[in-house]
């Protein structure tokens, strides 16, 4: 698991549209994402295919019904528990940044922790135990 904020990766440029239904190999800001649904009222990042993008934060991502593969969640500083934030209500988590039916392949995360259901943070945390 790597971050890095640094300049972009060979291949690699910054997204600039962000109402687009997908993304190949863009630096994408999830806040950006977000702000241009939030433009159009809409309150989720929906429906949106990511590959071999650099996700970037600073930003706490409310994962609702993603897939994920082969991607690199970020830098937990050694400990995959530094990138998961339990949320304390079953109904709200206000703040974070919401997606949903959104697919990640081969996507490295930076600046980005996670938080949602229960099963999705304890299929991550079980990723520190496998590198561990």
Known sequence: ?????????AGVTR?????QAAYDRQAVSLVDLLR????????VVKGVTFTDCRIEGP??????????????????????RNLIL???SQSAVIGAIPVDSCSFTRCAFVGVGY?????????????GKQNG
């Open 86 to 88: 339990r949320p304390a």
């Open 115 to 127: 938080t949602g259901a229960d099963h999705f943070l304890d299929q991550l945390l079980a990723l």
């Open 1 to 9: 698991m790597t971050e890095f904020y640094g300049p972009l990766p």
């Open 15 to 19: 997204a600039t549209d962000f109402e």
């Open 59 to 80: 930003a706490v991502m409310l994962v609702l019904g993603c897939q994920f593969e082969g991607s690199d969640f970020g830098n937990p500083s050694g400990d995959i």
């Open 36 to 43: 241009a649904r939030m433009a159009k009222g809409e309150r």
